[in-house]
């Protein structure tokens, strides 16, 4: 079955970095097209960043550009997304599924930033 992991997160002060990993199994990774949302209490989880199979066709929201990159290992079935210069608008729990996202979703990881 479909098993997400997620990791890395924290509590930081604004501009620093943290990197979350995400380890996947139970489908075929390497063709899947992955992203990370994330999720604030009272509001609906939404896509942060998106990468294809091979780690192209990479997307990102407008607020987190230039300060997010998302990576993808295929040989370890694992998903990073690296956050720099966080701001505490990026305080959520974020989570990694396909573009077209199982109903399975992993725990999360929380991320705190505060000013």
């Known amino acids: 079955q479909v098993r997400l992991v997620e990791s890395g997160g924290g509590s930081v002060q604004a501009g620093e970095s943290l990197t979350l990993s995400c380890v996947a199994s139970g489908f075929i990774f390497k063709w899947s097209r992955m992203g990370w949302y994330r999720q604030i209490p009272g509001y609906e989880r939404a896509l942060v960043a998106g990468?294809?199979?091979?780690?192209?066709?990479?997307t990102y929201i407008e607020p987190v550009k230039g300060r997010f990159i998302i990576s993808r290992d295929n040989d370890k079935n694992t998903l990073y997304l690296q956050m720099n210069s966080l701001k505490p608008e990026d305080t959520a729990t974020y989570y990694c599924?396909?573009?077209?996202?199982?109903?399975?979703w992993g725990q999360g990881t929380q991320v705190t930033v505060s000013a």
């Open positions: 599924n396909d573009l077209s996202p199982y109903d399975y």
């Open positions: 990468i294809g199979s091979g780690g192209d066709k990479i």
